[in-house]
């Protein structure tokens, strides 16, 4: 998929999820479905099935990612992927919601891919599993024989756990001549058994009576307790005791230390004596209230006996009975409000979290959270926040539910790992908070192209290398992580076509060695350029380019070339020089070339060997050989000179020529006789003929060789121009040393016609001028356009 189809396809799937929640929170707003199950059904019961009311098929509700979240941890339910509800534990309907009738706990369906809440209550239906129970088996009654029939007495009332038909629903009392029972119900509906006085006592004849009080309840079949009542019958006690207020309303924190007083009651009776003395019990007190408080029986002083819990009681009713020593008895009611304090942080519960997310992606959500406070007031609203500088934001949702979510896409490259903190604070006093720590990974998408060191690299070799030299390295980075990252390399096509790169050099793929794979030469190749690629192995694979430029070094692998005098074998070119020359007269000059360039091709000249020493000297820088002094009558006519061409690489090169040259008195008269002349004068007419084949075999085999190897040259000096690789030596030129690139180092080209006479004794030369002919001076200047290293032109005939 192109990276074009795949953006499209992530802003679709974004605009659905978002739709999907969208929906999801206006479905949530809707009234809860409605569950039943009996309590002690034991785990793994059926309760329902919400395909139906959840409005999907069994394939699309597994798609869904379904979960069932409830608050705090006192419902535990499980959802079947075939949409059946079930009960992960046994079910206590008295422990869940205690006296609280209908016992609702409240649950959520939490659909993912696309995220909605569904809203459901299950009722927990009560069976008859307690019976009936008086906490106190002896009910002890202190009556005054005095009381009057028609007298009522309150007696302790039974307690029973379950509701409604299954709770308690009568007592009856066994049977006897002085009393009966008598039922009454409490403002806050509650049940109380009462003893009424049908006949009056009378203690000579019967001092104490023992009843049986039982409670029932209205289950199928019914359940049942029982208490003994002992009564005691007391002589008159006309007064009896009366609370200075009938109703005591305390409100105490719930973080009250255990021991703490809560208040005192108390009571008085006109009586003096046995009759006065009051003591203080509780009546009508739950279990809950025995264990919770204690009262001091002489004083009346309430203190706390059992660690208060606004969460889990918020008001207590202790019904407090005063009794004086002749059983005489007033009541008041003790109102205890809990107050609440900010003693419980809030608590966050993650549902859905996602911790590695690919980098490019805008608005995922990585969580989906809720969060819960039980205390009350602004003690239980909470506030959810993270950190200033992530690119993330909450987005709440429904009933304390948020979700995390991108704002923007993310770059691997970068920031690959994100830490965030989730803070649930609430507004209570002191605020109180809870933090999550969330780590989220950034996947790595293809999206940086591979980065060269470089924008060029310039390599220098040195020619006459050998083949596979390692003659540089170039090398690329890529930002982004594993495959992504790693890099191949290559060579383009060369821009040149003529350019045979695929014979020069090649490169490692994986670390970007160039090698050289055959020699390379200055004189042919100067330098090339080429570009090489760099692509990664993401899908899709990016690339990038860089230009490498090798330069050949020079090598001084030529040795100097002498062009004039030309040493070819055949006899010796003798130079002509008056004997009436002056000192520094230009004898002749060598002219000698070098293939190499730089100072590889900086020439000096020497002289090695003459025959008579000092009287000729060469001339370093350019190799012009001249009179050292003034000629005499003494100096010998034939000299022969060995001059030393030498360039200056390192090992230097060189090469030598031998000059003869001859003395003469004039050039109209005749040359002294050679040596070889001499021996041969014998035979002068018949070799006067050769001599001037010979010559003129010589003359256009010299001329023929010049004309070689100036278009030898320019067919060189053609090919090195045509790849652009032509440089000459730059720089100061050493004094001593001939600039064999610069202009000519022959002032002037001659031309010698030598005449010999015929039938004569001695052969000798007759010298006629020196001429510049107009095509030697054409051809010297197309030499030195040809081959700058080359200016000298000359021509001999």
Known sequence: MEAGERKEHVLKQRQVLIF???LSIAQADSQPRHYSVAEETESGSFVANLLKDLGLEVDELSERAPRVVSKGKKLQLQLRQTGDLLVNEKLDREELCGPAEPCVLPFQVLLENPLQFFQAELWIRDINDHSPVFLDKEIILKISESIIPGTTFLIERAQDLDVGSNGLQSYTISSNLYFHLKLRDSPDGIMLPQLVLDKALDREEQSEIRLTLTALDGGTPPRSGTAMIHIEVLDINDNAPEFTMLVYEVQVPENIPVGSHITTVSARDLDIGAYGQISYVF???????????????????????????????????????????????????????????????????????????????????????????????????????????????????????????TNTALD??????????????DLGTPRLKTEHRITVLVSDVNDNSPAFTQTSYTLLVRENNSPALHIGTISATDR???????????????QDPHLPLASLVSINADNGHLFALRALDFEALQAFEFRVGATDRGSPALSSEALVRVVVVDANDNSPFVLYPLQNGSAPCTELVPRAAEAGYLVTKVVAVDGDSGQNAWLSYQLLKATEPGLFSVWAHNGEVRTARLL????????????????????????????????????????????EAAAEQAQADSLTVYLVIALASVSSLFLFSVLLFVAVRLCRRDRAASVGLCSGPEGHFPGHLVDVSGAGTLSQSYKYEVCLRGNSGTSEFNFVKPVIPNFLVQGSKRISEANPSFRNSFEFS
């Open 480 to 494: 982004d992580s594993g495959t992504n990252a790693q890099v191949t390399y290559s060579l383009l096509p060369p």
């Open 632 to 675: 005499s009558e003494r100096d010998a006519a034939k000299h022969r000179l060995l001059v030393l061409v030498k360039d200056n690489g390192e090992p230097p090169l060189s090469a030598s020529v031998t000059l003869h040259v001859l003395l003469v008195d004039g050039f109209s008269q005749p040359y002294l006789p050679l040596p």
């Open 412 to 425: 691997r490259e970068t920031t690959s790992e994100y830490n965030v903190t989730i803070t649930v604070t």
């Open 20 to 22: 999907f929640i969208l």
């Open 283 to 405: 009546s009508q007190a739950s279990e809950d209230i025995r264990k919770t408080f204690q009262i001091n029986s002489k004083s009346g002083e309430l203190f706390l006996m059992q660690k208060l819990d606004f969460e889990f009681v918020q008001t207590y009713t202790i019904n407090i009975q005063a009794t004086d020593g002749g059983g005489l008895s007033g009541s008041c009611v003790v109102f205890i409000k809990v107050m609440d304090l900010n003693d419980n942080p809030p608590e966050l519960t993650i549902t859905t979290l996602i911790n590695q997310i690919p980098e490019n992606l805008q608005e995922t959500i990585i969580a989906v959270f809720s969060v819960s406070d039980p205390d009350s007031g602004d003690n239980g609203k909470m506030v959810c926040s993270i950190q200033d500088d992530l690119p993330f934001f909450l987005k709440p949702s429904v009933e304390n539910f948020y979700t995390l979510v």
